[in-house]
């Protein structure tokens, strides 16, 4: 037998291919963040909007745009809209930059992407899944719990006079009462703190700085709102004119949160504290800061509505919408039906007032991580990432 005609020794070519390790595959393309990252590369190279807004001057700390740091640019930027107006490579610059809709989109997916439940954000793109979610939890919770009020409580209980300290409770007992609210609250409390925790963890890794500094600088931003100023003179939101509308409308509905917030404690201390049972009088303290907090809520949210309606679409990602929208109608049926509830307490209607306002508040509750509420928590992360970045500038 010639040598030639010897089989090889040893494996062939193409089986010691099979044997070497794979190259990873590459990673999947991703429109939205290719395109956030395209745009805010060209923004931190412009570098002409660094006035406006702390995410500006952010992004130029960032000079790797890594996913986290762009949910935390997404999350950091107000949304004042002055850099669309002030932009030389905004269509139709053949770069057709649109920072406020790219980062509207790309901090709906950062609302996604954290949610708790990891399920609980729906899926795609700026589909706006979770505000139309929200919508029907928070609708089902104003149907059902008037509801079944009205099949568990007899009717002569549910629409007869009840006047006097437990008025109330002579409709739907406190234990009752309790127990919604603390369940409803609770689970939506929970899901919005591990989300927010969630998205904490993902864009503060390697962080260093003084949080006892940092914690006052972003409340101080968090409230007082500088980033809606629009570098001084307000935001463009509607038009090219600057205004300070909305940053004042904005503060409005928190302070009316607020408000109502502290009529709850002042409530729940009268109760347990001295003893007094509700419904209060008209000059007490919980009734005085609950009718100021729902009134300044009803005119802020109906301002911020019309000022939402009116605005500029070229920078508007519309998907964006729904979540505002279903807030803002939220918070007001929230403050209607308590403010309705004051005016009918001593009426036959009082039994079914006070039903359809306990439904609002469960579904507001219940609908705080899905919701466009989600945003306070994260923007209140995101400036405090912010707030312990900014002393290594100097």
Known sequence: MSASSEPPLGPSRAALRQQLPRPPAPP???????EARRVLTVCNVCAYCT????????????????????????????????????????PPNTFGLNVPAVLARV???????????????GRGVGDGVPGVVAVLIAVLAILVVPGLVLLGVPPTQLFGLHLG?????????LETMTALGGITLGLGALSLLISTWRFWHAISAGRRGSRLRAWPRALREAFALPNLLG?????????????????????????????????????????HVFGWVAPYSWLSLPV??????????????????????????APTARETLVDDTAFLGL???????GLALLLARATSAMGLMLALHLGTVAGLFLTLALGKFRHAPFRLAALLRASLERPHDR
Do not use: K
């Open 107 to 121: 901090r709906q997916r950062a609302y996604r992407t954290f949610a708790w439940p990891p399920g609980l954000g």
């Open 231 to 271: 570098g001084g003179p307000g935001c463009t939101d509607r038009d090219s004119r600057p205004s300070g509308l909305r940053r004042r409308f904005h503060q409005a509905l928190v302070g009316g949160v607020g408000l109502c917030l502290a009529s709850t404690l002042a409530a729940s201390m009268y109760h």
């Open 331 to 337: 918070l007001s049926a929230v403050a209607a039906s």
């Open 51 to 90: 006035g406006y807004c702390e995410t500006f001057r952010a992004a130029r700390r960032c000079p790797r745009l890594t996913d986290a740091d762009i949910y935390y640019l997404a999350v950091l930027c107000h949304n004042c809209r002055s850099c669309w107006y002030a932009c030389q490579y905004a």
């Open 165 to 173: 300290p437990g008025a109330f409770y002579e409709v739907i007992s």
């Open 288 to 313: 005085l800061l609950g009718t100021a907090g729902g009134v300044l809520i009803l005119v802020a949210a109906a301002a911020l509505f019309v000022r939402r309606q009116g605005a500029d679409p």
């Open 28 to 34: 999947a393309p991703d429109p939205l963040m290719d």
